[in-house]
Every structure is written in C-alpha cells, then in structure tokens.
C-alpha cells in the first residue's frame, strides 16, 4: 500500500512516527477492519470540538437527557439555540477524511463504520453502513407517539413563530446550537408534535441516555467480524464508544487510535498515533 502524501509531508513528520504509520498500514492492508470516528474527523469541515488539545474548556455543561424530557424550560432553550445553529450545521460538508473512508468501504475491506457523530457527514460523502451511535440531528421524535419528522420541516416552524429569535446571529457550537441570551429564549415559542401534540426532542442520544439496544448489537456485529479497531478523532472519554476498546482487547484483537491529545483507551492501544486524522488517512486508506 502506497502512501498517498507528498513526500515532503511525510519528511515533516518525526521519523519514528512516520515508520509506525506506515507499519501500521502493511498490518492492515487485506485485513477487516472496523473503524470508530469521533469529533475530531469533523472538525476539518468547520465543525468545532470540545476536547482537543486547542480547545478551550467549555462555558456551560452539556445537556442532560433527563433535563430535556422533564423540563419544559430546558427544553424551550435547546430549541431556540438550535433553531439559530440548525441552517449553519446542516451546511457543513464532508471533508477529506470522510471521503477517504467512503473510498476505503468500496474496496471490501471495512466492515459498517461504527461513529459517534450526530452531524452525517459519513452519509453525504457516500459512506453506505455509517452505525450512529448517538443518532443524527437530522430527525426528530416525539417522545409521546414516537413519530420521526425532519429537522428541516421542524426549523420551518421555528421560523414562522420566532423572526425575532432567529434574527440573531452567533457560532454554532459542536452540537449544533448556540449560546443565546435569556430574554430571547424566553421568547422561543417551541411547537409541538403534527401527529399527537406531544413533545419534540432531536433524535440523539443526550449525556445520560442510552444508545438502543438494536444500534449497540448491531455496533458489536461489526466489531466481532473485524480483525482490527481503528479509532479516528475520539478521545474515548464517554463508554459508548470505549466500550467497544474495552470489546475487542477482551477478544484479543489490536486496537490502534489517531487522534490528537490523550484518549480513554491509550493504555489499551497496540498502535497510538498523535496525528490528524487527515494526515493518517493519506496513508492507510486504499486507493481507489
């Protein structure tokens, strides 16, 4: 497997990590592989993450799935954050790493990606078996009938009852939304189900909630028909997505990462590299 990078790029790198990554593609090349991503693969698309070494800590925790289902007030001001962030998030585009991995998932030898992204971008660049793990904020569920509807359709209705809100202008942060001041989402006016009048919540899985049983077997399926774990862009740090680290080192099968800054699962790494995701790509997918 050749690499894909200029050789000037490859003479950047310190020699020791240029040797690993190349290894690391020959231990690969005709194995299956199952490949779990997180934010950090997204963030050459111009989507933000909290974790990166560059990052600054957050201002405010993320929300709680029990503080969206039981409060009416947090759920007035997810909506209206999200009704501000939703035109910029649903416009980003995959980048070359997404593309890279469509590309490798039509050479047969991935089996259905594993991510822990809600924004699609495997999707639109042509990934055919992307699991989402956290679901995609794309949709949206009533909690009461369990009716899915599109995120568009339900932003058309935001924009009919909050011109005021939706005037304002602020960055969009990794999970779509906004910071917002309080005198406008006291104002956010948040529609209910078309179906049965009950309430509305993105179809993602908040802190504190749990991925289907039937999306985690199914995430499990890929990992046992798979010879190695590949994670790209996660720090781990949430165990829906250590959990399958935790899986394959109990079946005895080597786990390498990429990412940049510490992860969950380093100590558990047969190969660690602090590297974009980007640039390891270059070298370990295929070409076409």
Request: charged fraction near 20%.
């Amino acid at each position: 497997m050749s690499s894909n990078l200029p050789r000037t790029a490859l003479a950047s790198w310190p020699h020791e990590e240029h040797a690993e990554l190349t290894q690391l593609a020959h231990q690969l090349r005709g194995r299956q592989v199952c490949v779990l991503t997180g934010a950090g693969i997204s963030t050459d698309s111009g989507i933000p993450d909290y974790r990166s070494p560059d990052r600054p800590p957050r201002t405010r925790p993320p929300i709680q799935h029990r503080e969206f289902v039981q409060s009416a007030e947090m759920r007035q001001r997810y909506w209206a954050r999200s009704a501000l962030g939703w035109p910029r998030f649903r416009a980003f585009e995959p980048n070359a790493t997404h593309h890279a991995l469509a590309r490798w998932e039509a050479s047969g030898t991935l089996t259905p990606l594993l991510t822990q992204n809600v924004d699609r971008l495997h999707h639109k660049a042509g990934h055919r078996e992307a699991l989402e793990l956290h679901g995609a904020l794309e949709r949206v569920v009533c909690l009461a009938c369990g009716a899915l509807g599109s995120r568009d359709r339900l932003q058309s209705r935001f924009v009919e009852t909050n011109a005021r809100v939706l005037a304002a202008e602020y960055a969009v942060l990794p999970d779509g939304d906004v910071d917002l001041p309080d005198d406008l989402v006291r104002d956010f006016v948040v529609p209910a189900c078309e179906t049965c009048g009950g309430v509305l919540m993105p179809d993602v899985v908040f802190f504190g909630g749990n991925v289907p049983k039937e999306r985690v077997d199914a995430a499990f399926a890929s990992l046992d028909a798979a010879d190695w774990l590949l994670v790209l862009g996660s720090s781990l740090t949430v165990f829906s997505g250590y959990r399958f680290v935790l899986r394959a080192v109990a079946q005895g099968k080597p786990v390498a990462i990429v990412n940049r800054g510490p992860t969950r699962g380093d100590a558990h790494a047969t190969v660690r590299l602090e590297l974009g995701v980007a640039e390891a790509l270059a070298v370990l997918a295929p070409l076409p």
